[in-house]
T-cell receptor, first 115, second 108 residues
Framework: GAVVSQHPSWVICKSGTSVKIECRSLDFQATTMFWYRQFPKQSLMLMATSNEGSKATYEQGVEKDKFLINHASLTLSTLTVTSAHPEDSSFYIC???????????FGSGTQLSVL | QKEVEQDPGPLSVPEGAIVSLNCTYSNSAFQYFMWYRQYSRKGPELLMYTYSSGNKEDGRFTAQVDKSSKYISLFIRDSQPSDSATYLCAVGFNKFYFGSGTKLNVKP
């Protein structure tokens, strides 16, 4: 299957700082990328959908000013958690689809811990 | 109403057993149905993907979609301890919704 690289795999930061997570599609052009959040023993919650070159579409209840998404190229999307707080601590996962989004390939996830 | 419902389990079976995992969904417009396997603190791995209805087989895995009942299934034959993981179903069209995952434990 296609390869999606997510970096970093884990990050610990102080409350009030910002954290950037990168998601790269290594062997295909990702027209669309999705960002998910997953709490322990729970399913993936879609946060936003980003299309290359346009603004991300956020799901209801997700603060777009807090979770900044940039999809500047067909192979890279970034999620920046701004002014992180302990309640933002979670497992964040990106996924990418090509021209046919019926197949989603996931990154390995980023465990964010905010102290 | 949730877009997709999945029994969280856990499901514990002996090695060699046939495993049946299921999800129900609410929107008849959903066209794409996927099953993922996820190990703890890792990203989900795509196992099976089906468009519209019908069956699809890949080795020990069979995915079934019954659109009339809005019901999807994943069968695992000759289950192995290495199959122990959480299995997530996903349904959708332009965007995708995930079940809560079923934790499977295959005992040697």
């Amino acid at each position: 299957g296609a390869v999606v690289s997510q970096h970093p795999s884990w990050v610990i930061c102080k409350s009030g700082t910002s954290v950037k997570i990168e998601c790269r599609s290594l062997d295909f052009q990702a027209t669309t990328m999705f960002w998910y959040r997953q709490f322990p023993k729970q399913s993936l919650m879609l946060m936003a959908t980003s299309n290359e070159g346009s603004k991300a579409t956020y799901e209801q209840g997700v603060e777009k000013d807090k979770f900044l998404i940039n999809h500047a190229s067909l192979t890279l999307s970034t999620l920046t958690v701004t002014s992180a707080h302990p309640e933002d601590s979670s497992f964040y996962i990106c996924s990418a689809g090509g021209t046919g989004v019926e197949k989603l390939f996931f990154g390995s996830g980023t465990q964010l811990s905010v102290l | 109403q949730k877009e997709v419902e999945q029994d969280p389990g856990p499901l514990s079976v002996p090695e060699g057993a046939i495993v049946s995992l299921n999800c129900t969904y609410s929107n008849s417009a959903f066209q794409y149905f996927m099953w993922y396997r996820q190990y703890s603190r890792k990203g989900p791995e795509l196992l099976m993907y089906t468009y519209s209805s019908g069956n699809k087989e890949d080795g020990r895995f069979t995915a079934q979609v019954d659109k009339s009942s809005k019901y999807i299934s994943l069968f695992i034959r000759d289950s192995q301890p290495s199959d122990s993981a959480t299995y997530l179903c996903a349904v959708g069209f332009n965007k995708f919704y995930f079940g809560s995952g079923t934790k499977l434990n295959v005992k040697p």
